[in-house]
C-alpha cells in the first residue's frame, strides 16, 4: 500500500529565511503528488501538484516542489519565508490500485520567528 | 473561487447522541469526501461519494454513515457518538474527471472540530 512520511513533525524558522519540508512516499509506479497548506482555523488548500513532465513544480505563494523518483521525495521549499506562512502543511500522494483515493501524509507544523 | 461550507465550526455532543455533520458545495463538483484530522496521523478518509446517491467507503468508516441526495450536499452521520470520535472533521469536494480522479484538487471547508462527552 501506498503511504507518505514527513520527518519533521514541527519546525521553526525566521523570517526571511529559507525553508525547505520533507515528504517520502512509497508507491511502485509513477505517483501523483500534492503539497497542500492548512493556516489556523482553515481547511487545506493546494499549494501544487505533480503529475508528470518537469520535476520542479512552482506552486502559490512562492512555493515550489521538486520530484526526486531516486530518492522518492516530493520535498517543499521557499526561498524565503514570510510570517503568514506559519501553518500545517501536508504531502499527500494519489492512489489508484484499490479505488481513487489521495493518502496524506502526517502534517508538518511550521512556526515562523519574527 | 469554490465554496465548501461546513454547517458548525464547533460541536460539543453526549456520548450516544447522533450527530449529523453536513457540507454543501457551490461548484457543482461530483467528488464529495469526509476526512478526519487528528495530530500526528493527517487526515485519513471516512467515506467518500462519486455521485448522487452514490457512497463508498473509505479506510476507517466503522461508526459512521453518510448521505448524498443532492449534489451539493453531503452528510456525514454518526450513529451513536463515542468519545473516540472526537475530532475535526473536514469535507472536500472535486471535480469528477473518472479516470482520473486522484489528479484532481480537493477543495476543502474549513472543518468542524466535535468534542464528544
Known amino acids: 500500500a501506498q503511504s507518505v512520511t514527513q520527518p519533521d513533525i514541527h519546525i521553526t524558522v525566521s523570517e526571511g529565511a529559507s525553508l525547505e519540508l520533507r515528504c517520502n512516499y512509497s508507491y511502485g509506479a509513477t505517483p501523483y503528488l500534492f503539497w ?21 513544480v512552482q506552486g502559490i505563494k512562492g512555493f515550489e ?25 501536508f504531502c499527500a500522494v494519489g492512489e489508484t490500485t484499490s479505488y481513487d483515493k489521495v493518502i496524506f501524509g502526517p502534517g508538518t507544523s511550521l512556526s515562523v520567528i519574527p | 473561487d469554490v465554496k465548501v ?20 458545495q457551490d461548484m457543482d463538483h461530483e467528488n464529495m469526501f469526509w476526512y478526519r484530522q487528528d495530530p500526528g496521523l493527517g487526515l485519513r478518509l471516512i467515506y467518500f461519494s462519486y455521485d448522487v446517491k452514490m457512497k463508498e467507503k473509505g479506510d476507517i468508516p466503522e461508526g459512521y454513515s453518510v448521505s448524498r441526495e443532492k449534489k451539493e450536499r453531503f452528510s456525514l452521520i454518526l450513529e451513536s457518538a463515542s468519545t473516540n ?32 462527552l
Open chain 1, 36 to 56: 497542500y497548506v492548512q493556516s489556523p482555523g482553515q481547511g487545506l488548500q493546494l499549494l501544487l501538484k505533480y503529475f508528470s513532465g518537469d520535476t520542479l
Open chain 1, 65 to 89: 516542489a521538486e520530484f526526486k523518483r531516486s530518492q522518492s521525495s516530493f520535498n517543499l521549499r521557499k526561498p524565503s519565508v514570510h510570517w503568514s506562512d506559519a501553518a500545517e502543511y
Open chain 2, 85 to 116: 470520535q472526537t475530532s475535526m472533521y473536514l469535507c472536500a469536494s472535486s471535480l469528477s474527471q473518472q479516470g482520473a480522479r486522484v489528479r484532481e484538487t480537493q477543495y476543502f471547508g474549513p472543518g468542524t472540530r466535535l468534542l464528544v
Open chain 2, 5 to 24: 461550507t461546513q454547517s458548525s465550526r464547533y460541536l460539543v455532543k453526549r456520548t450516544g447522541e447522533k450527530v449529523f455533520l453536513e457540507c454543501v
